[in-house]
Structure formats: C-alpha cells, structure tokens
C-alpha cells in the first residue's frame, strides 16, 4: 500500500516534497543586465510571482522573483546577495512561488524573512508547506465578531476592548514604547498562539525585543518572523507575507491567533523600492500606487475566518508624529480601529503611553456588556473634561465650583490615571480591569 505524504518522517517527507515538484522541462534563460534592484533576463518562461534561482559564479543559485516584463525580458528582484552575478549568469525557473512551512514545530522559533530558521536550532520538523501569497476569506464565509479578546493590559481591555478577529492599528512616532506594549500584548493575551513580523528593525532590536520585551514564556507559544532593515526590500516584503501565512495556518486550525507586525510603514517604505525599481510611478508623497494597492490585500488576509480567528496589531510609525500622513491614513481606512501613543505621555513617565481619548475601537459595543461600555464612556468624558482645563489647573487660575463637570474630573483624575498606568510585567486579567474599572468610580 503506497504511504501518504504525512506518514513519512518529517525529513523524508521534505525531501519528497521537492522530488514532486520536479519536472522534466527545465525553463531557463540568461541575465543582459542588471540596474540598481532590478535584473533583465532574456527568459526564462515564467510567471509573476514566480521564484527563479541565478547562478552566480561560485556558490549556490541565489533566488529572485518575477516582479514584471518589459520589452518581451523577464524583471527579477533578488531575495539575498547578488555578488558572483553578471551579464550571461544563468536564470531557471522553479516554477513556483515562494513557499513556507507551517506546523505546531514553529512555535517557539524564529525565522527569516523567507521562512528559514534563523536561531540555529536547526530544520524545522515540518511536512506542510503554504504559497505566502495566502488567500483573503470570502466575505460570508467570516464569521461575525462577538467575543473580547484580553490582550492583559488595562487601558486596552478596559476603554478600547478588541474582539477575537478585529484588527487595529497602533499608531506612534518612534521611541514612545511600541515595542514594549507589543511585547506585554504577547506575554499577556488569552490567545493560544501569537505571530510576530518584525519588518524593517534594527538589527540590534531584534534581540532586545525578543530576550526583554517577549521573553522566554512569550516565545514559547509564538512564532518570530524577521527581516532586518538590512536585508533586501523584496526579503522585507516576503518576511510580512510569511507571517501572514503562519498565522493563517493556525486560524485555520480553529486557533485564536494573536498577530504582530512591527511596522507597516517599513514594509510600505520596501514596496516603494520595489515598485520605483521596476519604474513605477512616485504618486503620493513618493509612495507608487503599488503600495497603497499592497496595504488591503495584506491587511484582509487577517481577521476571522470560517473556524479561527487572527486578531491583529499592526504598528505604524509617524513621521513627526503626524497621524495624518498617507500610510497612516490609508491603514487607518483598512482596519477597524486605532491606538495612538501619545509622546507627551511618554516623557510624563506614562506608560503603557496610550491615548485614550484619540483612539477608538470600532467594534467595543459588539463584544462588551452595557455595563462596561457605560464605564469607558464615563472615563472618556472625565479625561475629555479634565483635558479642557488642564491648562487652567496647572496655573491654579481654575476655581473650585465654577463647573461641575471639572471638579468631578479634578476629582477622578488620580485613580483614571492609575488605572491606565500599568508596569511591563504586570498583567491584568478582563475581570480584573473590570472590577478595577468600576472602583475608579466608587
């Protein structure tokens, strides 16, 4: 009786893998020249989206991917290093495009932007592979979002609650504490399994935020997709989409996945690259057209599906903190809600350095009880009132009974900011913050 691929070990069954994928006709073609990121081929036959492999002089072949043609050549973007590369180099096609494995042996490591292990634990025992290129959940075939999901940390839980599958932007200018609430979010949420893209950071964050801010417990039920800003613009691009796919991988399962990435806007900023190499337009404010068509077509591959869920954080980092500039508009278009860091809470030591009465979540009256929507509206309106006169507080021009309003905010003002204020280490359970929520007002 012939074996099937899943009763193989996962070695053998790897190998096989690619023994099926071999075909008789190899398509292949030369390199005529290579501008900036781009490289022109005199074939092979192929497809967008496709992997070719270029042979360098010495070494293996170095993979790059179809992004177009042009003047009947085929235009490559590389997926590593290009040294060894010439005029004449040879280009086969695989005829695929690029695939991830998935399974429960990721959880615990980390990967890079093309889905290889990266912490030197070695192969990863796997048998399934996935396209990164995924596909979007048919609108009816989602279900509806009706239940919280605890992220642990207060100001979240308690005035900007999140439902299982919604997706929400957090939105900060740099050094306010992006990466320390991601981390706290991983450590503390109710999810069963959490998938973190780390796209576009500094190679010296890398290790800081995994080690300081995720630590041993976060990343023992999380997957860790990186990509440096370092590495090539296409490798950044692919590093989200393997994410991506991960974690589709594990809603499919019926899993609530809590998902990660760690910035939009540098993969944004890559796509651009790719899109100016390959001669596309600069449309607005130098992003090309291939970028803001990329940001849906990413960001609705999470959300709910027809069993699990992908609840989703995505960060993106204001210039000047200007929450108006094109990326920041257009994902805050896509998602279903907003978080915004505010700086001024930052250096007022303030953190987790959320600002309330700036962000929403759009589905928090879908997955909470009247009672709670009743104590974030009074919370909200408190710190709206104490906001109005806090200039006036400060210099002691305001007086005691002029507005009752005020002097209720004056009032509650220490224990609201108690309660938003929350240690990295701390966690706090959904009763818990409810339950602290109500004595803010008691």
């Known amino acids: 009786m012939m074996k099937t691929m899943d009763e193989f070990s996962p070695r053998v069954a790897h190998y096989l893998r690619h023994l099926e994928q071999v075909n008789d006709t190899v398509h292949s073609g030369r390199v005529s020249q290579i501008v900036g990121l781009t490289i022109e081929s005199i074939g092979p036959t192929t497809n967008i989206g496709d992997l070719c492999l270029i042979q360098p002089r010495k070494g293996r072949g170095i993979p790059a991917e179809v992004v177009g043609f042009r003047d009947q050549k085929v235009l490559l973007m590389p997926l590593s290093d290009l040294t060894g590369v010439g005029p004449g180099s040879l280009v086969t096609a695989t005829g695929s495009p690029l695939m991830v494995p998935v399974g429960e042996a990721l959880l615990g490591r980390i990967l890079d932007g093309l889905g290889q292990p ?63 609430l991601l981390g706290m979010m991983a450590r503390h949420t109710e999810a ?19 080690e ?8 023992a039920r999380s997957v860790v997709v990186v990509a440096t800003s370092d590495q090539p613009a296409l490798v950044r691009i692919k590093g989200a989409m393997v994410a991506t796919t991960i974690a589709e991988y594990f809603r ?5 996945v809590l998902f ?35 940001m849906p077509k990413l960001l609705e591959r999470t959300g709910p599906g027809p069993t699990g869920t992908i609840t989703a954080f995505y960060t993106v980092l204001v210039e000047g903190d ?13 998602l279903d809600g907003h978080i915004v860091l505010n700086r001024a809470l930052a250096e007022r030591n303030h953190y987790p350095a959320i600002d309330v009465l700036a962000s929403i979540s759009r589905l ?43 002097d209720e905010a004056i009032r509650l003002y220490p224990g609201i900011t108690a309660f938003l204020r929350q240690g990295i280490d701390e966690r706090s359970g959904f009763s818990d913050t409810l339950d602290l929520l109500k004595t803010v007002f008691s």
């Open 322 to 334: 200007d929450m108006n500039e094109p990326i920041a508009d257009t994902v805050r278009g896509i």
């Open 192 to 210: 069963d399994v959490n998938v973190i893209a780390l796209i576009g950071e500094r190679g010296r964050e890398v290790r800081e935020f995994i």
């Open 252 to 256: 499919d399962l019926g899993r609530d």
């Open 364 to 406: 928090m009256v879908e997955v909470t009880s009247q009672e709670h929507q009743e104590l974030a509206a009074k919370l909200r309106a408190a710190l709206a009132a104490y906001a109005e006169a806090e200039d006036l507080i400060n210099i002691g021009a305001y007086a005691h009974g002029s507005n009752p309003e005020i």
């Open 118 to 180: 990266l912490d030197h634990k070695g192969y990863v025992p796997v048998t399934k592979y996935r396209s990164v290129q995924g596909s979007i959940p048919q609108p009816l075939e989602r279900q509806r979002i009706k239940d919280h999901l605890s992220v642990g940390v207060r100001a979240i839980d308690g005035v900007l609650t999140c439902g299982r599958g919604q997706r929400i932007g957090v939105f900060a200018g740099s050094g306010v504490g992006k990466s320390t």
């Open 212 to 219: 300081r801010d995720l630590g041993p417990d976060g990343l």
């Open 260 to 294: 990660v990435m760690d910035s939009v806007t540098r993969l944004a900023l890559a796509q651009r690259e790719v899109g100016l190499a390959i001669g596309e337009p600069p449309a607005t404010r130098g992003y090309t057209p291939s970028v803001f068509a990329l």
